[in-house]
Antibody, heavy 119, light 112 residues
Framework: QVQLVESGGGVVQTGKSLRLSCAAS????????MHWVRQAPGKGLEWVAI????????YYADSVKGRFIISRDNSKNTLYLQMNSLRVEDTAMYYC????????????WGQGTRVTVSS | DIVMTQSPDSLGVSLGERATINCKSS????????????LAWYQQKPGQPPTLLIY???IRESGVPDRFSGSGSGTHFTLTISSLQGEDVADYYC?????????FGQGTKLDI
């Protein structure tokens, strides 16, 4: 079965950078698109970014465009999120999710990694 | 960007009763390639990641109980739980995946 394990979260000051990772297993990682979705404490879900199966296309939420970079290494079955110029409002649980089905919906989710940005 | 609006924000339903959650998109989310609506519903229980319930507006994900159903087209969609069980207490979110950014609704908290 699909397994997604995020790592790399932590506490960081505003303006600094952090890189999240998501290790994937149980499916042919190189064949499917992948997402990052976040959830601020006590708030709803916010879609962050998607990357095509081969890395050829990437799309971002307006709130992170120009600061965050989604990437993947298909040889390592790993998804990344490089987060630069972090803001307090980026504080959230960050989930990676797969789109193994026939559309860009998130059909499997990891447990998440928590990012706290302090001023 | 497509804005997704859910109603109500919170809902209290008795065990065994029907629960209905609505989701409206700011523009049509009809996917031209298959003539289906690119609308998904997710359930999130406290302290857990979301799980996929419904996709293409009406198709139940494998393993989802048949008391959950999705309907609607164009810009108005509905998630219905036909007979509420205790384990259905959760937050529910709709999402459009037609056009990035793949926006979520603000969520609906379902209580007994």
């Amino acid at each position: 079965q699909v397994q997604l394990v995020e790592s790399g979260g932590g506490v960081v000051q505003t303006g600094k950078s952090l890189r999240l990772s998501c290790a994937a297993s149980g499916f042919t990682f190189r064949s499917y698109g992948m997402h990052w979705v976040r959830q601020a404490p006590g708030k709803g879900l916010e879609w962050v970014a998607i990357i095509w199966y081969d890395g050829s296309k990437k799309y971002y939420a307006d709130s992170v465009k120009g600061r965050f970079i989604i990437s993947r290494d298909n040889s390592k079955n790993t998804l990344y999120l490089q987060m630069n110029s972090l803001r307090v409002e980026d504080t959230a649980m960050y989930y990676c999710a797969s789109s193994v089905g026939d559309g860009d919906y998130e059909d499997s989710w990891g447990q998440g990694t928590r990012v706290t940005v302090s001023s | 960007d497509i804005v997704m609006t859910q109603s109500p924000d919170s809902l209290g339903v008795s065990l065994g009763e029907r629960a209905t959650i609505n989701c409206k998109s700011s523009q049509s989310i009809l996917f031209s390639s298959n003539n289906e609506n690119c609308l998904a519903w997710y359930q999130q229980k406290p302290g857990q990641p979301p799980t996929l319930l419904i996709y293409w507006a009406y198709i139940r994900e494998s393993g989802v109980p048949d008391r959950f159903s999705g309907s609607g087209s164009g810009t108005h969609f509905t998630l219905t739980i036909s007979s509420l069980q205790g384990e259905d207490v959760a937050d529910y979110y709709c999402q459009q995946y037609c056009s990035p950014p793949f926006t979520f609704g603000q969520g609906t908290k379902l209580d007994i």
